[in-house]
């Protein structure tokens, strides 16, 4: 009767959890971090066990210096030796999926000159908002434009081996247009897929969900196209309610999510190192972290649902995170680790067997 799974039939056993540090949290930042930490922190989450991971953005290096890098960072994701770091522990190489973020068609035309130098992603990612003041702020392009667009890269993507992921945004609101219809994130959900999409992130890039609408929504997406792989959940966090929509999507039926080291995420900064850069502009503010994948990892683990990651590994990078980027960060797993399964007498008050002697209830 109080079986969690009755209620929730589509509940998953076991999920997958892809990460976005090096993508999504560090193009947030206005402090360069390094090649070498890039690459320390994607062998090091690789080695913790994530096989699905986002580590670069194609876009233009003027409006991203952050990721001027790219090549540097996808040769190394490549290369024999990062092959052979696998091999040795054990990890199945073929298995892990590398992610380029690719907004405009001239990123994918550099993923693909990047598979000709036998270094290039396995999945790219663009992106469309439903409401189109905010996709205009994000591309630059209206909606109509912006389909032909994706339409041709994922030929593009597809011939060179690759295969595309669609992003749905503003599903649950814009902060640029205001209220939008769940039900327009459906039929995009379903142009994405008719043009040749592999999977479609559903994201909420500003936090606009409620658990409720976030439930409702995934629902209505398995209903009408029920094959679990093709879904994931992307949620920002602006009022630290991250783990209720996680569990809103669970309980709906989604298998697959993403994460990142400390809740490190958010719109390209307008700010780099010493000097204004152009990012996202104004909109930069707007979204300022993800779901840490520290806590999301305890969360499902403690629910009994199987996720492939070595989770005290995983703690002590959120641990080294903060130390790379020289502040406190949003996960409270570093912190408190995961729920005690037994007790710790060090925090006992002195006494208490003596004073039951005391009182006869020995």
């Not at 980027?325 to 007790?343: C, F, H, P, V, W």
């Amino acid at each position: 009767m109080y079986d969690y799974r009755t209620i929730f039939p589509r509940m998953p056993h076991q999920v997958t959890i892809g990460d976005v540090t090096i993508r999504d949290g560090f193009q947030s930042q206005e402090k360069r971090v390094s090649t070498e930490a890039k690459i320390f922190y994607l062998s090091e989450l690789v080695f913790a066990g994530c096989k699905h991971i986002e580590v670069t953005n194609l876009g233009n290096p003027h409006l991203m210096p952050q990721f001027d890098d790219a090549e540097a960072v996808m040769g190394y994701a490549r290369s024999d030796l990062f092959k052979d770091r696998c091999q040795r522990r054990g990890i199945k190489y073929d298995e892990i999926c590398f992610t380029a973020v690719t907004i405009r068609e001239s990123a994918v035309d550099q993923a693909v000159q990047l598979c000709e130098k036998g270094i290039g992603p396995d999945r790219l990612l663009m992106m469309i908002s439903t409401e189109e003041e905010h996709h205009f702020v994000n591309s630059g392009t209206t909606i109509k434009e912006y389909w032909k667009e994706a339409e041709r890269s994922i030929k593009k993507c597809n011939d060179a081996g690759m295969v595309m992921c669609g992003t749905v945004s503003t599903i649950w609101g814009s902060p640029v247009g205001g209220p939008t219809d769940m039900k327009d994130a459906v039929e995009f959900t379903k142009h994405w897929l008719d043009i040749g999409a592999h999977d479609i992130e559903h994201s909420d890039h500003d936090g606009s969900g409620t658990a409720p609408e976030i439930f409702r929504y995934f629902s209505q997406v398995l209903d009408a196209f029920p094959d679990p792989k093709l879904h994931i959940a992307h949620f920002h966090e602006t009022k630290r309610i991250g783990s209720a929509s996680v569990l809103a999507a669970l309980q709906a039926g989604i298998h697959r999510f993403e994460a990142s080291l400390g809740g490190i995420a958010g719109q390209p900064a307008n700010f780099f190192e010493d000097r204004p850069v152009p990012g996202t502009g104004k909109y930069y503010h707007v979204s300022p972290g993800i779901v840490p994948l520290e806590d999301l990892l305890v969360q499902v683990d403690e629910m009994g649902i199987k996720h492939g990651f070595d989770i005290d590994r995983v703690l002590w990078l959120g641990q080294q995170m903060e130390r790379t980027l020289g502040r406190r960060l949003r996960s409270d797993a570093i912190r408190n680790g995961r729920t005690l399964k037994e007790g710790d007498m060090s925090l006992a008050r002195p006494g208490l067997q003596e004073r039951k002697r005391k009182l006869g209830e020995v």
